[in-house]
């Protein structure tokens, strides 16, 4: 059953949902069948079909980890402007909802060619993001399918093959073009049409997207999934697909350049330390760098801890106004401090350090803005690096599974922008997130900590979370997506969920407040455009408004049974068992 409310599906995409995604296939026999927690296991996905991919592999007695992959690569068929197999993710699993998970850095790697100087122009100054992103140069070696492999080796409860069904069917028998997809091809042609397959699947011949509830079947992704689904990873990390990717990148009708066959074929997936803290009697724990998301929400959170939250409440412009205090200098640490730890030296235990955060947070006044909100020292930090602000990241969607016998997947997959490059191959598109690197390599003689370097996985906004009650036990997996915006929506939604008591429904649904820097930026159309003036009178000389194209996803429990939240500003869905 679809968990309340059924959000926004439009008429054509209701009806492709009933006819295309529903179909349950049979469950194995030799599947044992774990302890129940809760009645149903629930998966919130930002599109229905993909959702229902997931919720699929729980019915056959699949675990939260085999419906977290199918709906990575269901989303790679019904929502390729965002996410799926030609880029990369973060899964944050607790297999046994004990508070203990499991990190898995599927995040994309420079080839062997790339330098420091990738970016940069012949006068020294760095390229221009829209002259970056499409074609080949911004292309990373993509880690969904490393990342699923590994997860699924060690966790996965059902066969590989069974995992692939629910997406070859979308690609083979057709899934309806959305409002969304339909409005995103539209508005970002430059990388959406920017391939003959593509525009071929996408686009009629006058150049035009696809009108809304065509059905588009995609027989070139459907015929390699199917390859994956039989012969594994190896399908996708050697042979012809790993030359066509080569292929794709060295001969991009824009920006081409050197990835090899060998670059693929030396990608693996990491398992690695996850960051956990404790906010209020909470414990909050997401993914380590190269991921900047779980430092920098976990900062926000605790910068604002010695302030009484709950009593401002959500209407109070105070209550923002100390989040985006809190905010500037989380952001001020994430641009100095955060890369890939294989190639800088991250202060993660220093970044989540409550000593820190608290004296951090005693900057903030509840009467004034402050004046800098400069990087710290953390414990244990080195003063090597320069700050520097990346690029806006764009695309990304996050998704929840959760089994009924209590394990959690919070996984954030993405292509990075909208189409990602652009280039298409085997039905799919590939990455741009090397333009998730900064582009300058040096600031003020010191290195930026995530500058380009050959094998080095660029810095990561993706936050998927995991929140745990006082007794310990699983209260709320949330993620989102939208670049650097994903902190903010994360972080606010905490805020929401554990000092306004709101239903993470709610929660996910307050206006976006958005400050890493001097700029405040408050969603448009919401109550938030009406507290300008006060956030002014604090001290916040620049405030603007911003449209708001969010997408969050949540699970969460409350009263003992899971509650699925999915965000109204997309159409995205949690879906029970």
């Not at 911004?138 to 399918?145: E, L």
């Not at 003959?196 to 996408?202: D, F, I, S, T, V």
């Not at 220093?350 to 710290?376: E, F, N, P, V, W």
């Not at 690096?385 to 996050?398: C, K, L, Q």
Request: aromatic share 6%; net charge negative.
């Amino acid at each position: 059953m679809l968990s309340r409310p059924i959000l926004r599906l439009a008429a054509p995409l209701a009806a492709a949902f009933a006819l295309n995604g529903c179909a349950t296939l049979p469950a194995p026999t030799d599947t044992p069948v774990a302890a129940s927690r809760f009645d149903a296991g629930m998966v919130s996905a930002a599109d229905p079909r993909a959702a229902d991919a997931g919720v699929q592999m729980l019915r056959q007695g699949g675990n939260a980890a085999d419906a977290a992959m199918a709906t990575m690569l269901a989303l790679t068929v019904v929502e390729p402007q965002s996410s799926g197999i030609g880029g990369g993710g973060f899964l944050l699993l607790d297999p046994e909802g004990d508070g203990d998970p499991i990190t898995y850095d599927g995040r994309e790697t420079a080839p062997a060619s790339a330098t420091a100087q990738r970016f940069v122009n012949d006068d020294g100054t760095p390229m221009p993001f829209l002259e970056a992103w499409p074609g080949g140069k911004s292309v990373g070696v993509p880690g969904s399918i490393a990342l699923m492999a590994k997860a699924h080796g060690q966790h996965g409860a059902l066969a590989w093959k069974a995992l692939f069904t629910p997406a070859i069917a979308l690609a083979r028998d057709g899934f309806a073009m959305t409002d969304r997809l339909r409005d995103t091809l539209a508005d970002y042609r430059v990388t959406g049409a920017l391939s003959a397959e593509a525009r071929a699947l996408y686009y009629n011949e006058a150049g035009e997207p696809l009108p809304t509830g065509t059905v588009i079947r995609n027989a070139a992704l459907a015929a390699f999934l199917e390859r994956l689904a039989e012969e594994g990873p190896s399908a996708f990390y050697t042979g012809a697909n790993a030359e066509a990717i080569a292929a794709a990148v060295g001969t991009a009708p824009t920006n081409p350049a050197t990835l090899t066959a060998a670059d693929i074929g030396a990608y693996d997936a990491i398992v690695r330390a996850h960051a956990c803290g404790t906010y209020r009697t909470y414990t909050v724990c997401g993914m380590g760098p190269p991921s900047s998301g779980a430092t920098t929400v976990f900062a926000i959170l605790k910068q604002v801890e010695h302030f009484d939250m709950a009593a401002m409440g959500k209407d109070d412009p105070k209550s923002w106004h100390v989040i985006a205090e809190s905010m500037r200098l989380a952001f001020a640490d994430r641009e100095r401090w955060l890369a890939d730890p294989a190639y800088a030296d991250v202060p993660v235990s220093g970044l989540l350090d409550a000593g820190y955060l608290a004296a951090r947070g005693k900057r903030i006044s509840l009467t004034a803005t402050m004046q800098d909100a400069d990087a710290g020292m953390p414990p244990g930090a080195r003063a090597i690096m320069a700050d520097h602000t990346g690029v806006p990241e764009n695309g990304t969607s996050h998704f929840v599974a959760v089994d009924a016998g209590g394990g959690i997947a919070s996984y954030t997959s993405t292509i990075e922008s909208a189409f990602g490059s652009g280039l298409v191959v085997n039905g799919y598109y590939l990455n741009n997130e090397l333009t998730d690197f900064s582009f300058l390599p040096e600031k003020d003689g010191l290195p930026v900590a995530n500058r380009v370097s050959a094998g080095k996985r660029p810095r990561s906004s993706m936050s998927p979370t995991i929140v745990y009650g006082p007794d310990g036990g699983f209260r709320l997996a949330i993620g989102a997506a939208g670049g650097s915006t994903i902190i903010a929506q994360v972080a606010k939604a905490i805020i929401g969920v554990i000092d306004w008591n709101l239903p993470a429904q709610e929660a996910i649904g307050l206006p976006v407040l958005y400050s890493p820097g001097a700029t405040v930026y408050v969603e448009e159309g919401t109550e938030h455009e009406a507290m300008i003036p006060a956030l002014k009178a604090l001290g916040h000389a620049d405030v603007r408004t911003r449209p708001g194209r969010y997408k969050a996803n949540a699970v969460e429990v409350a009263g003992g049974t899971l509650s699925g939240a999915a965000d109204v500003r997309s159409e995205g869905v949690a879906i029970s068992q």
